[in-house]
């Protein structure tokens, strides 16, 4: 894209090909990008909208229709202007319909990587791999289990809890109270993708949460999803189980 603006299929702008060795040269990198977004639809923009308007918003849709790329994005461009500190990632260690990753071995980010590659992986779309990697190193990006928050109070943070729906109530209670001054909280899920048993904390919080102040809800659907058209299509033949 000639113009250097973002859309959901990638970023081009204007930095990726510039050598990156240091925490300082990704800092300053990060500042000239041109974080320009073309929403994909009305509910693309109200949910960024709506991020930047409250100091918690819960998105919920179905898979592909951006939601982690916009969380992601928003997180990236606020660091870079220094409103944050630095970025929280945070997600359920669900594996999927009893899929067994087995023992992992590594420090706590080592051991979480699997888990966080949907977040990592639109962050390196945004910014590139190298800046990435040294965002991680030097702790400007960090990951946090959801098991490790308790006792927390997490200040001067933007925080993103990716996948919510494999939550349980009790966790989306220990997160949510995590949440300490100047911090802004997004939390992403899809209610028919859980992985866990019972009520899951993402559709308890549908009901608990609204019409508390600073916080805000947002809803995808169907018509929203930004992958392959058959992506939308298959979902729908699953609606009808």
Known sequence: ????????????NGI???????????????????????????????????IEKNDVT????????????LATHYALKMFSRKVYKNIIVTKPLVEVDGEKLGYLPGNVDEKTEPYMMSIYYN???????????????????TVIPLAYMRGLTINDSIVILDEAQNASVGQIKTFVTRLGMR????????????????????????????????VEFSDFNLNDVVRHPIVAEMLKRYEKN
């Open 58 to 69: 819960i998105s919920v849709g179905p898979a592909g229709c951006g939601k982690t790329f």
């Open 183 to 214: 911090s802004k909280f997004i939390i992403c899920g899809d209610v028919d993708q859980s992985d866990i048993r019972g009520i899951n904390g993402l559709k308890d919080s549908l009901k608990r949460f609204p019409g508390i102040p600073g």
């Open 123 to 141: 962050m390196e779309q945004i910014i590139g791999k190298r800046r990435l990697e040294i965002l991680r190193q030097v702790g400007d990006i």
């Open 16 to 50: 990726k090909s510039q050598e990156c060795n240091n925490k300082r040269q990704a800092r300053a990198q990060l500042k000239r990008i041109k974080w320009d977004l073309r929403f994909r639809g009305d509910n693309q923009k109200r949910f960024y909208e709506a």
């Open 1 to 12: 894209m000639a113009n250097g603006k973002t859309s959901l299929n990638g970023v081009k």
